[in-house]
């Protein structure tokens, strides 16, 4: 008897009230599970999701970064079961790795970022001050606030783990919780990791919903702080990029569509290369890896017009050896697509294409398969077609056949290639293997504009290289045109999305105390206690130190010359000055940085642990043989630091250091690290 499925909304499990949609075994036809969401309220699912919201706004970006890692770990020991479900969608266990570790391990990589590039604060500083007025009392800057409001994840069947987990591990990092509707047909497996989730009790209540089923009058209720993602078919995401709520109220919206993806092989890639061979390779895994049901697979093949006979036979017995079946008997390579109706799907669109194609290999209506019988399963054949005149016969540029099937194209020379990669009108990711850089900055350059990403695989990197279908958590993940003109992850960019750009004017003084990071201008607190004397917790935002002074010296630049080996004529022969930008000998831009710590550094043993590095350091004037300087020193942020089992309790500050001469001019700036240890 078929499982009813569950949504979490509101605080609890519930059942739909109607039978729903039945979802069925990809391998044996199987009726595992029925899906609904009919008697849902949907408006209080989003009230309540923007209430429980505070519960993360309150939170530091630290204390999220922390969560996700929790989160992780907490999932990572029971994927077992995930991949046991999995094996349901038609999944092999490649399949479902790029899925469950793959979601997983985005988490992992947000958790990490969160804490290594965002501050330990509930808001981020964005760029630089901007100076607006004359003498610097009135300046600008940006913050970015978390929404108040929540992201509500439409996602594909393709990834019900990976696509849910690879968007909540932003939105909550954020500080924004999310609405998760998985697509119905593989939401089984989502609604087994969401339960798992929410049993952990590692996120705040509200922090992440779900639906199983139909998404109702949902949208009808999104307000202007809230965010809708949609993954899935262009037709469908512009449908719902019209929605008139989403509209009324400059609802952000970001779609990430299937879309024709190409790959591209060089002029200089004959049969005998290592490249030639990673390009057959790289193809085939992308036809047929989830049963070629990738946002990302390769559609289009573009190959040299010399090299198409020679990638066409070594493709087709390539695809030979991809043995089809359950993907739970030894040597099956390949799975069913997800369900019946996907088939049919496919075989229109195959037949749309092959009405200016040729088939290469494969047969549209039929398959063999392995320990499965192919009619009740999900199973269709990989196709490869060809298309003699690209440039002229469109439809492989505008037809999507959503599983194991791709199209290849000759070209004769790199611009063709752009162009015949960029007819794709738009699309999430495309490829080049070659080992001549000359002809990849061309290809490259020539059609980036219509690429959300673009890899370059030759035989030095192949090895390590991630691949062409692998979206990174530290990359852009979206594309122009038809990929949906979005982006979504891409680090911290990702992070942004789901939070507010806010510009501040105002006095350095009041936004430093605003931002809680030290900005030019503002007012310094001076104290009788060296700065270098005190604890982490001691110390604060303004905290400064005016050190004495010091006249630089002839000797001291003989000195550092004959230590640091630096001996450039600007230091040491001032017969050679005339027509260049200095006066007479000046002083080594790294004495005076030397000379500054010196000022600035107390030297008895105390709270200051090393010395953790420096940034931004600029030279903006010469010091020349009978200027004196003096060090301004001023605490800019502070972070705490995971401490390790056995390390001294610690944190980082980050000190402003402003270098200036006897006339009050500034010749030097930089910031200056130092691990510092916490009193407790």
């Avoid at 479900?85 to 988490?107: E, M, P, Q, R």
């Avoid at 604890?535 to 303004?542: A, C, D, L, N």
């Avoid at 940034?615 to 605490?635: E, S, W």
Wanted: contains cysteine.
């Amino acid at each position: 008897m078929a499982t009813k499925l569950k949504s979490y909304v509101t605080g609890a499990w519930v059942e739909g009230t109607d039978s729903g949609t039945a979802l069925y075994h990809a391998v044996t036809g199987e009726h595992l599970f029925n899906a609904s969401t009919n008697g849902i309220d949907f408006k209080s699912t989003i009230e309540y999701g923007r209430r429980s919201g505070s519960a993360l706004r309150k939170m530091t970006f630290h204390e999220r970064a922390r969560m996700l890692k929790a989160l992780a770990l907490y999932l990572n020991e029971r994927k077992k079961d995930f991949y046991a479900l999995s094996a349901a969608t038609g999944a092999t266990k490649s399949d479902s790795w790029v899925d469950i570790d793959g979601g997983i391990g985005n988490l992992f990589v947000y958790a990490s970022k969160g804490r290594r590039e965002l501050p330990d604060e509930t808001f981020s500083v964005d760029g630089n001050m901007e100076m607006i007025s004359k003498t610097g009392t009135f300046v600008g800057h940006h913050i970015c606030v978390p929404m108040e409001g929540v992201a509500i994840h439409i996602n594909a069947f393709n990834f019900p783990v990976w696509g849910m987990l690879e968007k909540i591990a932003v939105n909550l990092l954020a500080g924004v919780p999310a609405i998760v509707k998985p697509a119905t047909v593989t939401s089984f497996l989502t609604e087994l990791v969401v339960k798992e989730i929410i049993s952990s009790k590692i996120l705040p209540e509200g922090a992440l919903q779900l639906l199983c089923g139909s998404t109702g009058d949902l949208l009808d209720h999104v307000s202007s702080n809230d965010v809708v993602t949609f993954t899935g078919s262009a037709h469908t995401g512009k449908m719902l990029k019209v929605h008139p709520a989403i509209i009324e109220n400059s609802v952000r919206f970001n779609m990430e569509a299937d879309s024709l993806n190409c790959s591209v092989l060089g002029l200089d890639c004959t049969p005998d290369t290592e490249e030639f061979k990673i390009f057959i390779k790289e193809v085939t895994r992308e036809m047929t890896s989830k049963a070629g049901q990738k946002c990302t697979a390769i559609r289009r093949i573009i190959v040299p017009e010399s090299l198409s006979e020679a990638v066409g036979n070594a493709l087709k017995e390539r695809l030979k050896s991809n043995v089809t079946g359950d993907p739970a008997v030894e040597g099956v390579r390949m799975g069913p697509l997800a369900s019946k109706a996907q088939v049919t799907d496919v075989r229109n669109n195959v037949k749309k294409l092959m009405e200016v194609c040729e088939v290469m290999y494969g047969d549209v209506n039929k398959v063999e398969t392995v320990g499965a019988d192919s009619e009740k399963g999900a199973f269709i054949s990989s196709m490869l077609l060809y298309c003699n005149d690209p440039f002229k016969k469109l439809q492989p540029h505008e037809i999507e056949a959503f599983g194991p099937v791709s199209t290849i194209m000759p070209y004769k020379t790199v611009d063709d290639a752009a162009e015949l990669a960029k007819m794709g009108r738009g699309s999430l990711v495309g490829s080049v293997i070659t080992a001549d850089d000359q002809f990849a900055r061309s290809f490259v350059l020539g059609s980036a504009s219509m690429h959300g990403r673009m890899v370059i695989i030759n035989r030095y990197c192949a090895a390590e290289s991630t691949g062409h279908g692998s979206p990174l958590a530290h990359l852009v993940h979206g594309g122009p045109g038809r990929a949906g003109g979005g982006e979504e992850m891409g680090g911290i960019r990702g992070v942004k999305h789901y939070m507010q750009r806010t510009a501040l004017q105002g006095s350095p003084t009041t936004l430093t105390k605003i931002m809680n990071t030290y900005l030019p201008g503002a007012e310094r607190k001076e104290d009788v206690i060296h700065p270098f004397r005190k604890y982490f917790e001691e110390i604060h935002v303004g905290d400064s130190l005016i050190t004495h002074k010091r006249t630089v010296t002839e000797a001291d630049i003989v000195n550092f010359a004959g230590i640091s080996g630096d001996f450039f004529y600007a230091h040491t022969d001032e017969t050679s000055l005339e027509g260049s930008i200095f006066e007479k000998r000046v002083a080594h831009g790294y004495f005076i940085i030397a000379a500054a710590a010196g000022l600035f550094v107390d030297p008895k043993k105390g709270p200051v642990l090393a010395n953790y590095g420096l940034d931004n350091l600029r030279f903006t004037q010469p010091v020349y043989v009978g200027d004196t300087i003096q060090v301004y020193l001023t605490c800019k942020t502070k972070v705490k630091k995971d401490n390790k089992e056995g390390q001294i309790p610690q944190g980082v500050v980050e000190w402003y250091v402003e270098v200036r001469n006897q006339r009050g001019e500034t010749v030097a700036i930089e910031t200056v690290l130092t691990l510092v240890a916490c009193r407790n």
